[in-house]
């Protein structure tokens, strides 16, 4: 994605646009942690348990866990996008469209 800058956060592996956390790699190694609006986030908690879930340390942040062997690509694709569009700068963003996840044939 246009202006993403791989890095670390907390010792693991980080990807940030316009300073802004859009995703790291949890401790584990099993999970992601995801920045996602509060009201998302219960949505995909409740629905997808199995996937989607917060530690007392998240509870008051914009951000779940989500753990890596239940994510679907497609899904991950979708909220880094959507987190994308919300924190990239203006100058990135209105110059460049975020992926739309399909694939280009020749």
Known sequence: MPGVEEGTSYGTLAFR???KLLARLYPDGKSVVLRVDFGEREILMEAEPETFYITEHY???P???AR???L???E???LLTQ???KCAPKRIAKRSKPPSGRSRTA
Do not use: E, F
């Open 68 to 70: 890596l062997a239940n």
């Open 83 to 85: 987190t994308w569009q």
């Open 76 to 78: 991950l694709r979708r």
């Open 63 to 65: 951000t779940m866990l």
């Open 17 to 19: 646009v316009g300073g």
């Open 59 to 61: 509870r008051n942040y």
């Open 72 to 74: 679907h690509p497609d």
